[in-house]
């Protein structure tokens, strides 16, 4: 826990009322949808609540400092390991694909680290995966422990897992995470190389390829329900009560990064501020945003949980 996030006693002295709003006698909500459609401006009003009170606009920016920290050794591991089975001078073409997605300055970030690792020449990157790749694992496990940290922050729950075991846990979920970050690029970059190779029908190829984004949206979805329902230290709840926050959450982190994308493009110009730094600013101000969203969404099903009277219940108990 840093020393600007709330304690666990003074989260709960806030929320006192909260709890003691869930214990009312009312009738027993079977699913979120349930609590929901009885009073969802009060769910609202409690996710708001918790938000300040969680200080999570400052628990989001700690985060990113361990995402930080793994970026550009994992961009590099993409690179070498891009450059075992394909030419890595293709790789600036095909990541271009990258832009449609992030923002321009985020983009020119990537850009520029592949640019640097290309100019250390191809015999060069099979030593340079195998240690970026380890880099790039041990930085983005202090990711995912800052999400894990963060999550427990917002079930109001106090870490209690052995080391080895939150380790463990931890790089399974880093593990977990990588691979659909890979899927997800695969589903960027390689549906378009794939579609010009097999000379589908144009129907067919614009449906293939229109579809790639809604897919890339599920794999967000399902990823967030599964860091909602494993990460905080906490029995696992049914998946139906992490819904509401995984739908919620990827809908807002489509929206705002086309929103910060825009925004970037045609008001923000960081360079003027920042000079050289602009394009790093920009990718940490989406990064922030990417950040917060995930964690609201835990708010909100935490906020729900509560009103249903669930947080803190037994697993293998009354669902």
Same mark, same amino acid.
């Given at each position: 826990?840093?020393? &600007?996030?709330?304690?666990?006693?003074?989260? =709960?002295?806030? =929320?006192?009322?909260?709890?003691?709003?869930?214990? /009312?006698?009312?009738? =027993?909500?079977?699913?979120?949808?349930?609590? !929901?459609?009885?009073?969802?401006?009060?769910?609202? %009003?409690?996710?708001?609540?918790?938000?300040?009170?969680?200080?999570?606009?400052?628990?989001?920016?700690?985060?990113?400092?361990?995402? !930080?920290?793994?970026?550009?050794?994992?961009?590099?591991? $993409?690179?070498?390991?891009?450059?075992?089975?394909?030419?890595?001078?293709?790789?600036?073409?095909? !990541? &271009?694909?990258?832009? &449609?997605?992030?923002? %321009?300055?985020?983009?020119?970030?990537?850009? /520029?680290?592949?640019?640097?690792? #290309?100019?250390?020449?191809?015999?060069?990157?099979?030593? &340079?995966?195998? +240690?970026?790749?380890?880099?790039?694992?041990?930085?983005?496990?202090?990711?995912?422990?800052?999400?894990?940290?963060?999550?427990?922050?917002?079930?109001?729950?106090?870490?209690? =897992?052995?080391?080895?075991? !939150?380790?463990?846990?931890? $790089?399974?979920?880093?593990?977990?995470?990588?691979?659909?970050?890979? %899927?997800?690029?695969?589903?960027?970059?390689?549906?378009?190389? +794939?579609?010009?190779?097999?000379?589908?029908?144009?129907?067919?190829?614009?449906?293939?390829?229109?579809?790639?984004?809604?897919?890339?949206?599920?794999?967000?979805?399902?990823?967030?329900? #599964?860091?909602?329902?494993?990460?905080?230290?906490?029995?696992?709840?049914?998946?139906?009560?992490?819904?509401?926050?995984?739908?919620?959450?990827?809908?807002?982190?489509?929206?705002?990064?086309?929103? $910060?994308?825009?925004?970037?493009?045609?008001?923000?110009?960081?360079?003027?501020?920042?000079?050289?730094?602009?394009?790093?600013?920009?990718?940490?101000?989406?990064?922030?945003?990417?950040?917060?969203?995930?964690?609201?969404?835990? /708010?909100?099903?935490? %906020?729900?949980?509560?009103?249903?009277?669930?947080?803190?219940?037994?697993?293998?108990?009354?669902?």
């Amino acid at each position: 826990m840093t020393a &600007a996030e709330p304690s666990l006693a003074a989260r =709960r002295r806030r =929320r006192a009322p909260e709890r003691a709003l869930s214990s /009312e006698p009312r009738p =027993r909500a079977d699913s979120p949808w349930q609590v !929901l459609r009885t009073g969802w401006k009060p769910v609202f %009003a409690d996710t708001y609540a918790r938000i300040g009170g969680d200080r999570l606009l400052l628990v989001a920016a700690g985060v990113v400092f361990y995402w !930080l920290l793994g970026l550009f050794p994992a961009i590099t591991a $993409l690179v070498s390991s891009y450059a075992l089975f394909a030419d890595p001078v293709t790789i600036s073409g095909h !990541l &271009a694909q990258l832009s &449609a997605v992030v923002p %321009a300055g985020t983009y020119s970030v990537i850009e /520029e680290q592949v640019g640097r690792v #290309l100019a250390n020449g191809q015999t060069r990157l099979g030593f &340079a995966f195998l +240690v970026s790749l380890s880099l790039a694992l041990w930085s983005a496990n202090g990711g995912v422990k800052a999400i894990i940290d963060a999550l427990n922050a917002v079930y109001d729950v106090e870490e209690e =897992r052995g080391f080895f075991k !939150l380790n463990a846990f931890s $790089l399974l979920l880093t593990l977990g995470a990588l691979g659909a970050v890979l %899927a997800a690029i695969g589903l960027v970059i390689a549906a378009p190389i +794939v579609l010009a190779q097999i000379g589908l029908g144009s129907l067919v190829a614009v449906v293939i390829d229109y579809g790639r984004w809604p897919v890339l949206a599920l794999l967000t979805f399902a990823g967030l329900g #599964l860091l909602y329902r494993t990460a905080a230290n906490r029995p696992s709840p049914p998946w139906r009560w992490v819904l509401p926050g995984s739908v919620a959450a990827t809908l807002s982190w489509l929206a705002g990064s086309a929103a $910060l994308s825009y925004y970037l493009a045609n008001f923000a110009d960081y360079n003027a501020t920042y000079g050289s730094l602009g394009a790093a600013i920009g990718l940490m101000i989406w990064m922030w945003m990417t950040a917060i969203v995930v964690l609201v969404g835990g /708010e909100l099903n935490a %906020a729900i949980e509560a009103r249903a009277g669930r947080l803190g219940r037994a697993a293998g108990g009354p669902s």
